[in-house]
């Protein structure tokens, strides 16, 4: 068995002791391998040791890894497919060039105002409906992306200020709105981010009362350090990179 088989068993019998222990089933977590910026050879490896969903957070380097892979299934008459998800801070210049890679999830809408331009790129190119997860800065860094929702709590402006940005991002066309993404400080103890997850897993509860005609199906929040304590609190996707690829490569 390679290191990468090893590790991706590894990871595979911890998310189902966590999933166990929440009173849920591994099934229903997805595990995102974060293969950005490892080179085509490693996700080959790691789909043939049974990886489906892939996590890229460069449209250029999404779009490479895509026709490279696809040229590679079709000389190996691999049919099974791959889901790639847009992980990264979208840039409104590469909106068009994300929407044309067809993710199966893009993690990290974070304004109305990119919602609005995606909606309208995919519109005028007669792209499909794209599903979106809201970024959410449930922490308060500054340097982190996502809606400011630190207090959504307990600052009820902060609250209905997302509400509404919601319901205006659900009259879109070609935008679907299907859950929440955040990210948790960075800590050794994987316990510093269960207050994170907890939190935006009753945000999400707030908002299947709030606003109904969406899905929130969908809890995107652990990483190799916590991924644990994400599904233990309602995570139903993980993206973990360096737990199942070792240290990151550069391309």
């Known amino acids: 068995m390679s290191e990468l088989s090893a590790n991706l068993s590894s990871i595979?019998?911890?998310i189902a002791t966590a999933a166990g222990r929440a009173g849920r089933k591994a099934e229903d977590v997805t595990l995102v391998a974060v293969s950005k910026t490892h080179p085509l050879e490693v996700i080959i490896e790691a789909y043939q040791a049974g990886l489906r969903h892939f996590g890229e957070n460069r449209s250029e380097e999404l779009a490479h890894k895509q026709t490279s892979f696809a040229e590679w299934q079709s000389s190996q008459d691999v049919a099974d497919p791959v889901l790639w998800h847009f992980i990264g801070h979208i840039q409104s210049r590469q909106a068009g060039s994300i929407l044309e890679s067809q993710p199966a999830l893009l993690h990290s809408v974070d304004s109305i105002k990119?919602?609005?331009r995606l909606d309208r790129l995919a519109r005028r190119e007669n792209l499909p409906?794209?599903?979106?997860?809201l970024q959410c800065n449930i922490s308060g860094e500054e340097r982190k992306s996502g809606y400011p929702l630190h207090e959504w709590n307990t600052n009820s402006q902060q609250l209905t200020d997302f509400l509404h940005t919601v319901q205006s991002m659900a009259t879109l066309e070609k935008v679907n709105v299907v859950g929440l993404m955040t990210m948790a400080p960075y800590s050794d103890e994987a316990e510093a981010s269960r207050p994170f997850f907890q939190s935006l897993a009753a945000l999400n509860e707030h908002l299947k009362e709030s606003i109904p005609q969406l899905a929130w199906r969908h809890l995107s929040m652990g990483m190799t350090n916590d991924f644990e304590v994400g599904i233990?609190?309602?995570a139903t996707i993980v993206r973990v990179g360096r737990a199942i690829f070792g240290e990151r490569h550069y391309i």
């Open 12 to 14: 595979q019998k911890r």
């Open 114 to 116: 990119l919602a609005e």
């Open 129 to 133: 409906r794209v599903d979106v997860l």
């Open 232 to 234: 233990e609190e309602g």
